[in-house]
């Protein structure tokens, strides 16, 4: 082993050869572990079966698992005893797992540090109790498991082994403890001289030297057992006793029966006498029965009583008449009650009647009424009425069977909307004169008919708001000098339409729009925000995202008929396509459609000849056209004011069309 030499901390160039044990370098033992056959599979380090292992902090130790009899038996460490299997998991913190156990390199390795605990527990994670409850007890003084805590504190202690310990031991651990020991002594003697005492009725005892017994006294007639205890009523002389007790506790006992028996005869002659209706009775010597009187029309048996018909039978009972002077059911002070009742034609209550009504209630003094009718004509109907301060007020609620309608009326008539209004079988609702209310819900159609909402106008609704100063909407589909066709709410009070919408979709607006949301147009680039005869004065916003910017100011009459990307100049009175090289006079871009020119934004351009990215455009004498100059050739000729564009696209060709940012400069 001459000449060693180190690489790095652990590793060596060398073979490093040792005798009894296995060192890789300084830091690391390895430890062949085989699985032997010792009441179970068991594991066996170095021919050891299951023992416990001293690890020292700062050194790592290698697990050899090539042997083939580790086959299957994954080889792990855990906080808890036999590890998974006893509830606990694997402990890993610097553990290292390399190759399948019974393979040639196969190891399981643990790196001993400051926060390893001082005892772990190894185990198969596949098959419990392999090992054992052998440790691996770490070898560090401050945290040694065997005895922890101190003379102030209490301790907890992972296992406790005592070789040899004297007197002089346990009085250096505590001064005191051969006196506490001493007293104790004094009073475990105390204790044993106590003295049980047998009580009445009772034997046994004495002092808790030993195990004392009380036994139950078995008196006459009284034999105490095992587990309970018995009495012989038939002893004569308990029976005696008992006679000479029950004496002793109520004297009188005989004279009170005396006195029940009287009264049980009493009431065996009393009579229970049947009333009207009941037969039967008697003296209570006997059972008795009463039974119910089967008189004129009834007819009794054990379970029931039938009027006019055969007993159990569901046949309908018939009268000829039925005459009463209070109610049919209840009581003389209240109102009777029924499952049902059939009439044939009218049920009249109150004083008066009338033809064809079905039901009809009548105050007593005949000022109110209400009554459930049908016509000559099959119509169906509620009516109210009221007579209180002398004047005639009426209302119907009714089905017109032959329109099909619901009609709510004022008055007496049923016949159209009088008054009132119509809900037809499509949920249609028309109202009949005017309608006062603060809110009107309506899922379908309200229709107002009117024939002169206001002068020339019709087919409308008309909103009052009547505090202080009357102040009306009305919304319309016709008013004097406009179309029927249109859709107008216009401000009543003031005489001015507020809203004009026209059956082609078109809106007009007279007075200011507050919008909370987005004003979006219905397509992408279908819509325009004012046109070229009616411009917005002009638009205030925090921020714009537009494309190009169109110069009013340069408008052209048909300008905007040339192709999109026709770069203009201008001249004497309009803008013309460009035809001369680097016009100074350029002004911006054609769109097509548009009589403004595009002065800034990134846009198609025409362009002749090659292009590169970045290239300046001046105008060129093919009519309409740009074309490129590099930096160097617009500073040498001094083209400032006559650039209208910088290519953002490549091109090269007689004529192309590409993206460039306009702006003159």
């Known amino acids: 082993m001459a000449n060693l030499k180190y690489i790095g901390k652990n590793i060596l160039n060398h073979d490093l050869e040792v005798k009894n044990g296995n060192i890789i370098g300084d830091h690391t033992e390895v430890i062949k572990v085989t699985v032997v056959s010792d009441g179970g599979n068991k594991y066996a380090f170095e021919g050891a079966t299951t023992p416990d292992f001293t690890i020292d902090e700062g050194k790592t130790y290698r697990f050899d698992l090539s042997d083939s009899t580790n086959d299957g038996h994954p080889f792990r460490f855990s906080i808890t005893e036999n590890g998974s299997h006893?509830?606990?998991?694997?402990?890993?913190?610097?553990?290292?797992?390399?190759?399948?156990?019974?393979?040639?390199?196969?190891?399981?390795?643990?790196?001993?540090?400051?926060?390893?605990?001082?005892?772990?527990?190894?185990?198969?994670?596949?098959?419990?109790?392999?090992?054992?409850?052998?440790?691996?007890?770490?070898?560090?003084?401050?945290?040694?498991?065997?005895?922890?805590?101190s003379a102030v504190s209490t301790g907890s202690f992972g296992k406790i082994i005592v070789?040899?310990?004297?007197?002089?031991?346990?009085?250096?651990?505590?001064?005191?403890?051969?006196?506490?020991?001493?007293?104790?002594?004094?009073?475990?003697?105390?204790l044993q001289a106590r003295d049980l005492i047998a009580g009445a009725g009772l034997t046994g005892g004495g002092t808790l030297a030993s195990d004392r017994t009380f036994n139950v006294v078995g008196g006459t007639g009284i034999t105490a057992n095992a587990n309970d205890i018995e009495i012989d009523f038939s002893d004569s002389t308990l029976q005696t006793t008992i006679s000479g007790s029950v004496t002793s506790v109520s004297s009188s006992l005989a004279g009170r029966i005396t006195t029940e028996e009287g009264n049980v005869d009493t009431l065996q002659a009393r009579d229970l006498i049947a009333g009207a209706g009941l037969t039967g009775?008697?003296?209570?010597?006997?059972?008795?029965?009463?039974?119910?009187?089967?008189?004129?029309?009834?007819?009794?048996?054990?379970?029931?009583?039938?009027?006019?018909?055969?007993?159990?039978?569901?046949?309908?009972?018939?009268?000829?008449?039925?005459?009463?002077?209070?109610?049919?059911?209840?009581?003389?002070?209240?109102?009777?009650?029924?499952?049902?009742?059939y009439f044939d034609k009218t049920l009249y209550v109150g004083t008066k009647t009338h033809t064809n009504r079905a039901l009809k209630v009548h105050g007593t003094s005949g000022d109110i009424s209400a009554e459930i009718s049908?016509?000559?004509?099959?119509?169906?109907?509620?009516?109210?009425s009221t007579d209180l301060d002398g004047t005639h007020r009426s209302g119907i609620i009714g089905m017109d069977y032959s329109d099909n309608v619901l009609r709510i009326n004022h008055g007496g008539s049923?016949?159209?909307?009088?008054?009132?209004?119509?809900?037809?079988?499509?949920?249609?609702?028309?109202?009949?004169?005017?309608?006062?209310?603060?809110?009107?819900t309506a899922y379908n159609m309200i229709t107002i008919e009117s024939a002169d909402i206001s002068s020339g106008e019709n087919n409308g609704l008309r909103l009052?708001?009547?505090?202080?100063?009357?102040?009306?909407?009305?919304?319309?589909?016709?008013?004097?000098?406009?179309?029927?066709?249109?859709?107008?709410?216009?401000?009543?009070?003031?005489?001015?339409?507020?809203?004009?919408?026209?059956?082609?979709?078109?809106?007009t607006l007279n007075n200011n729009l507050t919008v909370g949301g987005n004003l979006l147009p219905d397509g992408d680039d279908d819509a325009n925000l004012g046109s070229s005869s009616k411009r917005w004065a002009d638009v205030f916003a925090v921020q714009t995202t537009t494309g190009g910017v169109f110069e009013t100011g340069l408008r052209t009459k048909k300008i905007g008929d040339n192709p999109t990307g026709t770069i203009v100049s201008w001249d004497e009175d309009g803008l013309?396509?460009?035809?001369?090289?680097?016009?100074?006079?350029?002004?911006?871009?054609?769109?097509?459609?548009?009589?403004?020119?595009?002065?800034?934004?990134?846009?198609?351009?025409?362009?002749?000849?090659?292009?590169?990215?970045?290239?300046?455009?001046?105008?060129?004498?093919?009519?309409?056209?740009?074309?490129?100059?590099?930096?160097?050739?617009?500073?040498?000729?001094?083209?400032?004011?006559?650039?209208?564009?910088?290519?953002l696209e490549g091109c090269d060709g007689d004529s192309n069309l590409i993206k460039c940012m306009i702006r003159k400069m």
């Open 281 to 341: 009775g008697g003296t209570l010597a006997s059972d008795r029965t009463f039974n119910v009187g089967a008189g004129t029309g009834v007819t009794v048996n054990a379970n029931d009583v039938a009027i006019g018909q055969a007993v159990a039978t569901s046949d309908n009972v018939t009268f000829g008449s039925v005459t009463t002077t209070g109610n049919i059911s209840g009581s003389s002070t209240s109102t009777g009650s029924f499952g049902s009742g």
């Open 414 to 440: 049923f016949d159209g909307v009088n008054n009132g209004m119509q809900i037809d079988s499509s949920g249609n609702v028309i109202f009949a004169g005017s309608i006062n209310t603060q809110d009107i």
């Open 86 to 149: 006893g509830g606990g998991s694997t402990y890993s913190t610097g553990v290292t797992v390399h190759g399948t156990p019974g393979v040639k390199g196969a190891y399981t390795e643990i790196n001993v540090t400051k926060v390893t605990p001082n005892n772990l527990y190894y185990y198969c994670t596949a098959h419990s109790g392999m090992g054992n409850d052998a440790l691996l007890l770490k070898n560090d003084f401050l945290n040694l498991h065997r005895v922890s805590g």
């Open 464 to 507: 009052i708001n009547t505090s202080g100063t009357d102040h009306y909407w009305h919304i319309t589909n016709g008013q004097t000098g406009v179309s029927n066709d249109n859709f107008t709410i216009r401000d009543g009070t003031n005489n001015r339409d507020v809203l004009v919408l026209t059956s082609a979709g078109n809106a």
């Open 374 to 384: 049908n016509d000559a004509t099959s119509n169906a109907f509620l009516r109210f």
């Open 576 to 647: 013309v396509p460009c035809d001369k090289n680097e016009d100074e006079l350029v002004m911006g871009v054609i769109k097509n459609g548009k009589d403004e020119p595009i002065v800034l934004g990134a846009e198609p351009v025409l362009v002749t000849g090659k292009v590169n990215v970045g290239d300046y455009i001046v105008t060129s004498d093919k009519i309409g056209h740009g074309k490129s100059v590099k930096r160097g050739y617009l500073l040498k000729k001094n083209l400032f004011g006559k650039v209208i564009a910088q290519a």
């Open 163 to 190: 070789s040899e310990m004297s007197n002089s031991d346990l009085k250096s651990v505590s001064s005191s403890i051969s006196t506490r020991l001493t007293t104790e002594e004094g009073n475990v003697d105390t």
